[in-house]
């Protein structure tokens, strides 16, 4: 029989966590808040099931969750700040980008860590701006087509 189908009874191996980008030097840790309930349900996950990950991983994300900031949502809803989705349109034409806390970044969901240069350019603007990125691909033009935020305290 292939060893395919057979029951391995040996020990799970551990699992190897992500990589946890640093946080930016004199900065704060912004998060939204699905970020800030994401990182708790991660340290709940980590509680019950003590040995699994190591008391390093543990500590680094209490410390995440103890200097998160939850910055309140902009009274002007026009223009983009932190946790903003961006419907924008460019030379690959339109996507939507989410400003987000470093650790809810994934460029290929959309979001963007707050600063990132795609989310530096954008912040401040509003519909129907126009801002360029320089990318690895050179220098990209976006228009804003969209503001919108999703989240409230």
């Given at each position: ?70 910055p ?23 996507r939507?980008?989410?400003?987000v ?21 954008l ?14 691909g ?6 804003i ?9």
């Amino acid at each position: 029989m292939s060893k395919a189908f057979t029951k391995d009874d040996g020990p799970t191996p551990a699992e190897v966590p992500r990589h946890r980008p640093p946080l930016p030097s004199g900065l704060p840790n912004y998060v939204t808040p699905s970020g800030l309930a994401a990182l708790r349900e991660e340290l709940a996950r980590i509680e019950a099931e003590p040995g699994k990950h190591g008391p390093t991983w543990r500590a680094e994300l209490e410390e995440r969750i103890a200097t998160a900031v939850v910055p309140m949502p902009p009274i002007d809803r026009g223009e983009i700040r932190f946790g903003a989705r961006v419907r924008l349109r460019g030379h690959e034409g339109e996507r939507e980008v989410r400003i987000v806390g470093v650790d809810e970044a994934d460029p290929a969901a959309g979001r963007v860590t707050f600063v990132a240069p795609r989310a530096r350019a954008l912040l401040g603007h509003r519909v129907d701006d126009v801002v360029s990125v320089r990318t690895p691909g050179g220098e990209e033009r976006l228009e804003i087509l969209g503001v919108a935020y999703d989240e409230l305290r």
